[in-house]
Every structure is written in C-alpha cells, then in structure tokens.
C-alpha cells in the first residue's frame, strides 16, 4: 500500500494574509493581458480553418471527368439513421453519349438538414464514393422547405473531388472489347 | 416684485444641474462600455465592435475606428433597455417593486450636489468653486445619502418576494452597514489631519480639502492606510468584486434584481454604475488631490477660466483613472465568500480603521504642541 505523506503546511507569513501582494501580482497579470494579441475570430468576415476529415453537410460529388457518381443504388437512404435521404431512382437520359453504359443515376435526390445528424454512415456506405460530408458547417434558411437539399444544390455543394478508379471509363473501355461485365 | 438676481440664480444653477446629470449619466453609460471593452482586453477578446450609426460609419478612418471602440454600444444598450417589454410578475409587491429602482438612482444622483469639480477667481479676485452647493459638512452629506442607496437594494429583494433576490437583499443590507464604519473611521483622521489648529481650512467641506492639498503632497501619500481602507469600503460600498454580494451571479441567479427586466433593470445598472463614478470622484478629491496638478507642484494652469478648465479636465482624467482600476479589479480578483467578507469587514478593517485612527491622533497632537510650543 503506497504510503501518504503528510506535509506540514508553511503558515502564511504576514504579507500573504493581508493578500495585498498576490492582489498587486494579479492586477500585474490582467494588465499585460492586455497587450496580447486577440483570439477572436470576427466570425461572418474570417473563417474558421476547417481540419480535414471533418464531417460537415452531406454533398454529392462528380467525378473529374464531370460525371456524376450516385448510381442510386439507395444503400445510403437505407443506412441513414433519422431517415433524412430520400432517393427517387430513375435512368439515364439517352443521348448522353459518355454516361449511357451506366445503368441508373438518381432522378431526385434529397437530403433534409433538419433530419441530418452527420453521422457520416452514408459516406461510409456508399459503393461508388459518391457522398461526401465535407467543410460546410453552417447552413440555415427560413422555411423547412428551404432546408431540404435537393439533387441540384447538393451537386452545387459538392463539386468534384479526385477519383482513384474512373469506374465508369474502365467499364466502357471492357464494354468496347466486348466484355461489359 | 420679482427679485431678478434670484431668478438668475435659480436657473443658472438648474443648467448647471442639468449639466451636471448629463455627464454623470453619461460616464455611467460609457464605463459600462469601458467594463466590458476592458474585460475583453484583459480576456484576449475585442469587446463590442459592431454597432453604428448610419453615415458616421462611412466617415473613412474616423467612422471605423470609432466603431472598433464601440462608441455607440451604450446607445445601443440604452435603447434595447427602454424598448424591451415591461414584465412585472405576479408575485411581487407592486409599489415597491416599481419604487426600488428610483431609491436606488436617487442617492447616487443626490451626491453629486457636493461634488466639487474645479475653481476659478473672477474679474473680482473671489475664488469660486464650481458645485452645485458648497455645503460644509459635505463629506458627511455623501455619506449620509449614499448610504440610503442600500434601500433600493434591499427594497427590491423584499418586494421581489422571491428568494435569491431577497437573499441579495439581506447581504448587501449586512455588507454595506459593516464597512459604512471602516469607511467613517478611515475618513476621520484625513480631517484631523487637515484641520489642525495652525492649519487654514477646518471644515469638512470637499472644496476645503482640496485645497489644502494645492501646491503640497496628496493626502494619498500622508495618509497612505486610511486611503487603503477607505478605497477597500468604496469596493464594498458600490457592491463591486470582489465584494459584490449583493449580485453574486454564481450564488444567486441575478441576486437583488432577479426579478427585474426591461427598464427597471437598466436603471439599477446606471445607478450602480453612477455609484462607481461618484465613489471614484470623491476618493480623487480626498486623496488624490481633486483637480490639483501633482504632489509638491503647483498647477502649471493659471486661475482664471482657461485654468479652471485644464484643472477640471485634470479631474476627471483622475477620476477616469480610477474608473479604470475599479474595472481592472474586477477582472482581477473572485468573489469573496459572504462570510469572509463579514469577517474581514469586522474583525480586520475596523479595527486597523480604529488603530489608524488613534495613531494619527497621536501624530496631530504631538504636531500641534511642537507647532504651538505648548508645554
Ligand atoms: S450516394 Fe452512394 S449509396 Fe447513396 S444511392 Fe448514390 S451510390 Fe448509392
Ligand atoms: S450523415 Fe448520417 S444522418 Fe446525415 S444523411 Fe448521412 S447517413 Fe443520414
């Protein structure tokens, strides 16, 4: 068992009780703060340096060719938690010589900020590396309806990020030697 | 039928008091800004630097700058206070719930009638102190009608009818009594010291004491623990940290005004704070030599108006000095626990008030009988 110690407490010599020198010490202190420099970060006007990795709203992402990833296969609106996505599959459209070979792309794609807890499971989840949470951390509107993202503002705050693979130009490429699968 | 001069009298003396409330109010409002400008500094914040008014902003380096100080908060605050919703709840004991905040804003505008501010000889050759009335007991009178202060506190945390008021109430009423003595006994020997046989003035007058300070040492440096007392009672008696008792946010919510919001609220706040402007006025005539330029020098000014002028901007520059250190300290120290500042109220200050007290006796007699040559 460790031994305790007990040390003996140096009675406070006459200067310390009348507290007056700490006080003069204190007020030294608060005095060159000062001088310091300011924390403060004047919010609307200076931004925040947002550390990578960091799980911000939920975007959809394009690839650097500019097609878009999602082939609303719906895993991520079958994982999400509090049910925010809401995925309306459709095709295609024909005639889009380069995006033809895919099978599907969401037709409507929502995603309600009310619901959103970010967690990050449907980046997590998704096969194509299509949904990304990424830097923007504030996002704000009037109405309710205002704060549903649609298909159209989530490509918006998504952008395109790098791509390892080019799925879909090794697919067309096997499709051209007669092998699409 | 009408005598002319009175008249004449009468209104000069009601611009003056007119005057006069205008600037206390406002170094009240502008020490609130000066509070939380300087709490910021000292935090590594900025303070408030938004707001402004529409075309001064524009103005290029002035407009911004003025900004940055944020010059136009307390209008800002001021406004917010007087268009905020008036809530009176239910439980509360109407007349002296709307009746407390008045109590407390008038001893603090009461005692600025005493405060002395400048000098100047006339065409004629006669020394006029400029007071709204040069009372001879007025140092007395200040400490009579600040000390009526206390019941606005202790009104409010009745009528409130609700504990944590009521609990500020009780403390500020325990604290303000404990250190009115120390503040009394701490004050005794500076007029001993001024008014000693042989000596011009004799009087407790506060233009007096001034002037007995012109051209010698502040009584600051004479008198340096009755200064110290007096100023540790002026903490205590304008309830500021670290002896602020009666608010204790920690402890009691709001303390004495818990209960009070809107413009009831801001006239507490201007109160306390016309308190500090006022405290801090009075320990500048008493020991920091009023409007006296500095120890063992005489006022490089010259009597007459222009002088009279320099001589209050000198003044208030001491006095805003203060201010300063009033906030500074703030920022500084913690609170003190309740019965610590009972303890240090009774068993510490007063008795060392009484000490200094019987010491200066001492020092003024042995001074006299030298000075007259008694046996
Ligand atoms: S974002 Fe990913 S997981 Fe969600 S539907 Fe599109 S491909 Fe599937
Ligand atoms: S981050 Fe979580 S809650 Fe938000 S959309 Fe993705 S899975 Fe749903």
Redesign the interface.
């Known amino acids: 068992m460790a031994k305790t110690v007990v040390l003996d407490r140096k009675p406070l010599s006459f200067s310390e009780r009348t507290y007056l020198p700490q006080?003069a010490n204190?007020?030294k202190?608060?005095?060159s703060?000062?001088f310091?420099?300011?924390?403060?970060l004047?919010y609307p006007e200076e931004k925040p340096k947002i550390p990578q990795n960091y799980r911000g709203v939920p975007t959809l992402v394009k690839d650097p060719n500019g097609r878009e990833k999602c082939v609303s296969c719906q895993l991520c609106e079958f994982v999400c938690p509090p049910k925010a996505i809401r995925i309306t599959p459709g095709g295609v459209p024909e005639g889009e010589d380069d995006r033809e070979h895919v099978e599907k792309a969401p037709e409507e794609f929502e995603i309600n900020m009310l619901r959103c807890i970010y967690c990050g499971y449907c980046q997590e989840v998704c096969p194509e590396e299509a949904i990304f949470l990424q830097d923007e951390y504030s996002s704000s509107g009037y109405s309710r309806e205002e704060m549903i993202n649609n298909k159209a503002k989530l490509y918006e705050l998504g952008g395109t990020l790098p791509d390892q693979h080019y799925k879909w130009d090794k697919k067309k490429k096997a499709e051209g030697q007669g092998n699409s699968h | 039928m009408f005598d002319y001069e009175l008249i004449q009298l009468i209104l000069i003396k009601v611009i003056f008091a007119f005057l006069m409330v205008g600037a206390i109010m406002t170094m009240a409002g502008y020490s609130v800004l000066a509070e939380r400008k300087v709490s910021a500094w000292m935090q590594g914040r900025v303070g408030p630097n938004r707001t402004v008014l529409p075309f001064v902003g524009h103005i290029p380096v002035v407009g911004s700058l003025l900004k940055g100080l944020g010059i136009f908060q307390p209008l800002a605050d001021g406004l917010k206070f007087l268009f905020k919703e008036e809530i009176v709840p239910g439980h509360v004991n109407k007349f002296y719930y709307y009746l407390a905040p008045i109590v407390a804003l008038v001893p603090a505008l009461t005692t600025m009638t005493v405060l002395p501010f400048g000098e100047f000889v006339n065409a004629e050759g006669v020394t006029i102190p400029l007071i709204l009335a040069d009372l001879d007991i007025g140092i007395l009178f200040v400490l009579a009608v600040s000390s009526l202060g206390v019941y606005g506190i202790v009104l409010a945390g009745w009528s409130s009818n609700s504990k944590y008021p009521f609990l500020g109430g009780i403390r500020s009423s325990a604290q303000m009594i404990s250190y009115e003595l120390a503040m009394g006994l701490s004050l005794l020997p500076v007029f001993l010291w001024v008014s000693e046989p042989g000596s011009t003035v004799s009087s407790l007058s506060l233009v007096e004491i001034v002037r007995s300070q012109q051209g010698s040492t502040w009584l600051l440096i004479i008198q340096p623990i009755s200064a110290l007392i007096f100023l540790i009672a002026l903490f205590a008696e304008t309830n500021r940290l670290p002896f602020d008792m009666p608010e204790s946010e920690t402890d009691l919510v709001g303390g004495f005004h818990t209960e009070y919001g809107s413009f009831k609220f801001g006239i507490f706040f201007v109160a306390e704070y016309a308190h500090i402007v006022i405290g801090s006025a009075i320990f500048t005539l008493l020991f920091l030599g009023g409007w006296n330029f500095l120890p063992w020098l005489d006022n490089p000014w010259g009597a007459d108006w222009m002088g009279a002028l320099i001589g209050t901007g000198w003044f208030i520059i001491k006095t805003i000095s203060l201010i300063f250190f009033f906030i500074w300290v703030r920022w500084t120290l913690p609170r003190f626990r309740y019965d610590q500042v009972m303890d240090l109220g009774w068993t510490k200050l007063l008795p060392l008030a009484l000490a200094n007290l019987i010491f200066y006796i001492f020092v003024v007699t042995w001074l006299d009988q030298s000075n007259l040559n008694l046996p």
């Open positions: 006080i204190g007020l202190t608060t005095f703060n000062m310091k420099p300011k924390v403060t004047q």
